[in-house]
């Protein structure tokens, strides 16, 4: 049988996708967030109140940091990948609806839009396997034998 290009490398694509959407959110998005403090967590979690959620406005905004902060770490190292997933497609759907109260312009919108559907396809496919998952799996497998 033979194996094309895109069946050989489709793992080595999925890594550096991890990778390249795991650092950037990591140091473009989840650090300056981290490093704001309660400060800019306060202001964060106030705009939950455009979604009619009043409460805990610090907590919310520590959510989103820790989302594009921590989250990051398992999409790189494809550990809990489709779990974490959900957590930060969930913070992308939530910066769109944001973006959409707030009467922001489409450019604004399409960036969070963008990622939840990125998202949503890696979840689809799965980490590939040079991820944390696949070892696991493989190692439970075998074991069960």
Not at 107 to 129: N, Q
């Amino acid at each position: 049988m033979k194996i094309n290009f895109s069946e050989r490398h489709s793992d080595l694509g999925l890594l550096i996708i991890r990778l390249g959407l795991g650092i950037s959110f990591i140091f473009i998005h989840g650090l300056p967030k981290i490093k704001g403090g309660p400060e800019l967590w306060l202001r964060l979690g106030k705009s939950m109140s455009n979604l009619g959620i009043n409460f805990l406005p610090e907590f919310w905004g520590f959510m989103s940091a820790f989302s594009e902060f921590v989250i990051p770490v398992f999409i790189i190292t494809g550990l809990f990948f489709r779990p974490a997933l959900l957590l930060i497609a969930f913070t992308m759907f939530v910066a769109m609806l944001l973006h959409l109260t707030n009467m922001d312009p489409w450019l604004k919108v399409a960036y969070p839009m963008e990622l939840l559907f990125v998202f949503a396809g890696l979840f689809l496919i799965g980490p590939g396997r040079f991820s944390l998952d696949h070892k696991f799996r493989k190692k439970t497998c075998s074991s069960d034998k």
